[in-house]
């Protein structure tokens, strides 16, 4: 059987298989790769997860898109590999779980794709023993994930640029303490002026020597590993074939985007609520079929979802039959009847975002942080406007409240404890470099280390 095959959602770059879209990252075009179909579970199969572990659920969903470009044993061992920490599903009330995705080594759901991606891709770049620079841009947690996962691993460096007034102290010391094979850049503006560089030194005739490749989730080998906890979730909260309700909590799509392959994969799924925070582009779309970014981003203290571009809008809006280019021009709309059918989406202030987590842990004693009660408050407002009933719901939690110490402490009066892998940060010593927003200073940067 021949490999899935995967185009661009601009329509003007070569197919490429698995191999060919991890190892570019971003389309020549500057598109996005998507699954020139996307290949289906069946109904028993689904059903067979209830009784299986994470890996091996990972290795089943995977493997409909890497048949063809590695061997599925190997595959197995590789998910064996990525996914040796806890899921938590924590009950809240009646059939509404947390899923807790912040046991990883970084105490972050981007834990899930760039531990897949780095053993993926690390192989890939042996096998053609070559060498790879990725480059990733980051709003909180992608880049500790991607830094911590690609440490050490041989023909790759990585370089990580990030917002330097937008992260937590912790999300910025999980990317400077590092080394080795790994540079970070702070840059003097947004994560969407750091995302435009990046994007720009792709398709920079200038950089064409460089082996350049991406792991922000314009890579869709972020969001294949993260399809892969939706079919975890309902297989433990669901009965075979019964829909479920996701919440997740979106900043630049890449997550939700795992949720909605995991739907058009064969999982069954009520709704699936897209909570922002006030970067309230999505729901502003959903309800007037009119884009417009919002510039300069807003600064919240959901700081990983301070998108106001997200680039995997391109990507959902090409599931519904539209396309919106890179820029945010919309050529062709989508079908919209759908998308509200099938999606809730709410903005979510930091106020409300406060109030969230302060009520979550009086009333629950369900501790969140403010990634996952914007997840939290946009679920209750779907309930609010769609009753549950019985339903089986999932909200996701992408991140560990000790990452954000502060903040919960405010809020909620606790004080939660840090992960080892969070405490042993406080004592080290942090190094990289600082950049104004500019892509030639950026170019000049990549001319000279690389």
């Known amino acids: ?71 599925r044993g190997t595959l197995g061992e590789l998910c064996r590999d990525a996914y ?24 972050s759901f981007k834990d899930f794709a760039a531990r897949m991606m780095a053993r993926l891709i690390g192989r890939f770049v042996r096998e053609d023993g070559r060498e790879l620079l990725i480059l990733t841009a980051t709003s909180g947690d992608t880049g500790s994930a991607v830094a911590s996962a690609f440490h050490g691993v041989p023909g790759i460096k990585v370089l990580v640029l990030f917002p330097i007034n937008e992260v937590s102290d912790r999300q910025r010391k999980q990317m400077t303490t590092l080394r080795d094979n790994i540079r970070t850049i702070a840059i003097d503006g947004k994560f969407d002026d750091a995302q435009a560089m990046v994007k720009r ?29 939706y079919f975890y979730a309902a297989s433990r909260v669901a009965q075979a074939g019964e829909p479920v309700v996701l919440s997740v909590p979106s900043g630049n799509f890449g997550d ?8 058009e994969m064969g999982l069954p799924v009520k709704r699936l609520v897209v909570p922002v925070n006030e970067n309230d582009e999505f729901p502003k779309f959903l309800a007037t079929e009119h884009y417009e970014k919002v510039e300069p981003s807003r600064a919240c203290i959901s700081n990983a979802m301070n998108v106001g571009h997200p680039s995997n809008l391109a990507r959902l809006v090409n599931v519904y039959g539209g396309w919106l280019d890179e820029t ?11 998308m509200r059918r099938d999606l809730f989406s709410t903005s979510v202030t930091d106020q409300e975002t406060r109030d969230a987590i302060k009520k979550a ?31 089986p719901a999932v909200v996701v939690e992408t991140a560990h409240p000790a990452k954000f110490p502060d903040e919960i402490e405010r809020t909620t009066g606790v004080h939660p404890d840090a992960p080892p892998a969070l405490a042993a940060l406080d004592g080290l010593t942090e190094d990289y470099d600082s950049m104004p927003a500019e892509y030639e200073a950026f170019k000049a940067y990549l001319v000279k280390k690389y």
């Open 1 to 71: 059987m021949g490999s899935l095959k995967f185009y661009s959602t601009n329509g003007k770059a070569p197919m490429v298989d698995l191999k060919g879209a991890l190892l570019a990252g971003q389309a020549p075009d500057r598109g996005l790769y998507m699954p020139e179909h996307v290949p289906t579970l069946d109904a028993g199969t689904i059903a067979s997860f209830a009784k299986r572990p994470y890996h091996e659920i990972a290795e089943e969903v995977i493997w409909r898109y890497a048949e063809g470009v590695i061997d």
């Open 84 to 107: 040796n920490y806890d899921v938590p599903l924590e009950k809240v009330y009646d059939r509404v779980h947390v899923m807790r995705l912040d046991r990883g080594p970084t105490a």
């Open 201 to 229: 030194a792709f398709s920079d005739p200038a950089l064409s020597g460089l082996p350049l490749s991406s792991a922000n989730s314009i890579n869709i080998g972020r969001l294949l590993p993260q399809s892969v906890y």
């Open 256 to 263: 939700m985007m795992g949720a909605v392959l995991a739907r």
């Open 328 to 338: 945010g021009v919309l050529h062709k709309a989508p079908d919209f009847a759908a």
């Open 361 to 391: 842990w009086d009333d629950y004693k369900l501790l969140l942080e403010p990634h996952g009660a914007v997840g939290w408050k946009g679920f209750l407002d779907y309930c609010a406007s769609e009753p549950l009933g019985n339903a």
